[in-house]
């Protein structure tokens, strides 16, 4: 070696000592800091599943379902076939048509009443309370409710009643007839000071049919029964009355019942809001919400992986591909659904999607820009 | 790794690897975060060398980690700041006067480009043959002789209207 040294560096001794204690202390440190990876790989799983838990709707609507769920914890969920409407007033009652409906097989009322702690009223002779069977059918957000009557001699009262959004009988669209279009008498009367009960009697042969859910036990399934009855229609305290019935009966005593009914009766107090189709379109988002965190993670942990002894250059170019081809989908297709869900509404997500979604590109167009071009 | 072997490790190569990457960076501090990120990265990565082998790592890391440093947006703002913002140092004649021949030497070194001024360190202050420092620049060799030819006529210039007192028996 040559005899000559610069003059700064011809006693080095202190900045060596300073060398050898660094390297020393941060030895040490650094083999604690691969924890740190795992430490946070850790904890942002442990965050995304919280968050996910947190805005999941599926449980947000089990959480809200869980209290209101007395009604159809009495039922047993079977299968069915057809839906329900009053032909005599389908002006009225002609969106019940258009619904798919889930359906619960009958239980008893007393069952039902004592289940759901409500009182059934009287009724009004021949019926007897005793004989009556109760059937639940959901259309995918509301329950609704069927009592059944029968007595010895084949007649019949049944009372559904089930849960509308909107009152379908203010608007007077029936003809002001006194009559139905078979000739049958047709009767209004004020069940309130706003609200009309239609009442319309059998007098002739002929008449509208009169349609009500029946149990088929061969099948184990729910059917729909139609035949000729009496029928009451009305809409009060946001549910819809059909009340049909067959026999001898007063009809004053009747019409007395119903109206009392429809005015008293505790079941119109029970939750009926049953989002079993939100539920189940939901429990299909979480599955989707946790498919797509999982193909993130694994993106980007596969990029890491692949890329950890690479050359800065390859992991710039690597995650600027990453970014453009599979962070940016997957994170804003899963923000933006999280936040739609926050929301509430699927418009905000698809905005939240269309500012995301051009905006990571960008991100990685940019980190993919510089893997190109700046010297490493 | 041994915790005797690191501590063998560094006693041996450390005072080369500082010079060295006091060469490039012209400050021991940055010097000494350089040898210390060398070292750190060479234990970690656990490798296994034997002899000589060792030393030519150890050096190629330092002069990697330190042309790195010069790239680095810290060291492009560094120089910028010193051009632009720094005010002009006047030193006054006395004090010139006062700087001694080492000094004039350092300060000629290390006025040479880079590529002129590590060939010249490695040569005459580390007493490396072209050879060597074309292995460890990777550069061939004949590339080693022009610049040393070329650094050594620049600080012929630069160094040529110094009358020599303290070091005109010094064989450089």
Redesign the interface.
């Known amino acids: 070696?040559?005899?000559?040294?610069?003059?700064?560096?011809r006693n080095?001794e202190k900045?060596?000592q300073?060398?050898?204690q660094?390297?020393?202390k941060?030895?040490n440190a650094?083999k604690n800091k691969k924890l740190i990876p795992v430490f946070v790989s850790i904890m942002s799983v442990a965050i995304m599943v919280f968050l996910l838990l947190q805005f999941s709707p599926a449980r947000t609507n089990t959480q809200h379902a869980a209290s209101d769920v007395r009604i159809l914890e009495v039922f047993e969920q079977i299968g069915g076939d057809g839906v329900v409407t009053s032909e005599a007033f389908k002006e009225f009652d002609n969106h019940r048509n258009y619904v798919d409906l889930y359906y619960f097989k009958p239980v008893t009322l007393n069952h039902f009443t004592f289940a759901n702690d409500v009182t059934f009223p009287e009724l009004p002779a021949p019926y007897q309370k005793n004989t009556g069977e109760v059937i639940a059918v959901n259309d995918g957000m509301q329950t609704g409710l069927q009592f059944h009557f029968k007595n010895k001699y084949g007649n019949f009262l049944n009372i559904s009643m089930s849960k509308y959004f909107m009152d379908n009988v203010h608007d007077e669209n029936l003809e002001m007839d006194e009559t139905d279009s078979f000739g049958n008498k047709l009767t209004r009367q004020s069940l309130t000071d706003d609200t009309l009960l239609y009442h319309l009697q059998q007098t002739t042969d002929s008449g509208y049919v009169f349609s009500y859910f029946h149990y088929n036990e061969s099948t184990n399934k729910i059917n729909v029964t139609a035949t000729r009855a009496n029928e009451f229609y009305t809409y009060y305290n946001g549910f819809i009355y059909q009340i049909g019935y067959t026999g001898d009966v007063n009809t004053e005593e009747m019409t007395n019942f119903v109206k009392q009914f429809i005015l008293t009766n505790e079941m119109q107090y029970l939750p009926m809001e049953h989002p079993l189709i939100e539920t189940k379109r939901f429990r299909s988002g979480e599955i989707a919400i946790f498919t797509a965190s999982c193909l993130l993670l694994l993106g980007v942990g596969l990029t890491a992986f692949f890329t950890r002894h690479a050359k800065l250059k390859t992991k710039w170019l690597a995650w600027g591909v990453v970014t453009m081809l599979v962070i940016t989908p997957l994170l804003s297709w899963l923000l933006s659904f999280i936040y739609g869900i926050y929301e509430g509404d699927g418009f905000a997500a698809i905005g939240m999607l269309m500012l995301l979604l051009p905006l990571f590109f960008l991100v990685g167009l940019i980190v993919l820009i510089v893997g190109l071009f700046k010297?490493f | 790794m041994d915790e005797e072997i690191i501590d063998e490790l560094m006693k041996k190569h450390n005072a080369i690897l500082l010079r060295i990457a006091y060469y490039y960076t012209k400050n021991l501090h940055t010097a000494e975060d350089i040898v210390q990120d060398v070292f750190i990265k060479y234990f970690q990565k656990k490798r296994s060398l034997q002899g000589d082998a060792v030393e030519k790592y150890l050096m190629k890391m330092t002069v990697n980690k330190a042309k790195d440093h010069l790239k680095s947006w810290h060291y492009q703002k560094l120089r910028f700041q010193e051009k632009w913002f720094a005010g002009k140092k006047v030193m006054p004649v006395d004090q010139l006067v006062l700087q001694d021949e080492e000094d004039m030497i350092s300060a000629a070194i290390f006025s040479l480009p880079v590529k002129q001024r590590e060939v010249i360190a490695y040569y005459y202050l580390e007493g490396f043959n072209t050879k060597q420092v074309a292995q460890l620049l990777n550069i061939p060799d004949s590339t080693v002789k022009s610049r040393l030819v070329k650094g050594r006529n620049e600080l012929k210039q630069k160094l040529e209207m110094v009358e020599w007192e303290v070091l005109k028996n010094e064989p450089l």
């Open positions: 070696m040559s005899p000559y040294k610069l003059k700064e560096l080095t900045h060596e300073a060398v050898f660094h390297v020393k941060n030895l650094r010297k």
